[in-house]
């Protein structure tokens, strides 16, 4: 593998100090959140394929590590094949990049039967994510 096989952005998301103001404002804009922020979520809106998203600075983005949270500025998700995730998880590692073990997500995320994802860090700190979802 030559470069990751990325096929879209599936969820762009910032971390905020004030993520009740924020929300109104991208309301304002005709994004749909919750009705009550909850300092514990990431808070996703959806338009076309993808989520946009915010979560309270107190609670940081998942690195891929059971239970681990890590405060930094933002949060991408890559879709990629689901038969290509070990792949790409194994051109992160050949190419310098420390990534988490595959973690398997609930049903029903980005409306796939089935998906795993990877994390890794950007220069930045920034948490991305490698998502693979099986529609069937």
Not at 76 to 102: M, T
Request: glycine share 8%.
């Amino acid at each position: 593998m030559k470069k990751l096989p990325l096929l879209r952005v599936v969820e762009v998301a910032f971390l905020t100090p004030k993520l009740a103001q924020r929300i109104e404002f991208y309301r304002k804009l005709g994004l749909e959140y919750s009705p009550k922020p909850d300092p514990k979520k990431i808070h996703f809106a959806g338009f076309g394929e993808q989520l946009f998203g915010f979560a309270h600075e107190d609670r940081g983005f998942f690195t891929g590590y059971e239970g681990e949270f890590e405060k930094t500025t933002l949060h991408v998700a890559f879709e990629v094949p689901y038969n290509q995730l070990d792949d790409c998880a194994a051109f992160l590692v050949s190419n310098g990049i420390k990534s988490s073990p595959k973690v398997e997500n609930s049903e029903g995320w980005h409306g796939a039967k089935k998906s795993a994802s990877i994390y890794f860090k950007d220069p930045a700190g920034n948490i991305m994510e490698l998502w693979a979802g099986v529609q069937e």
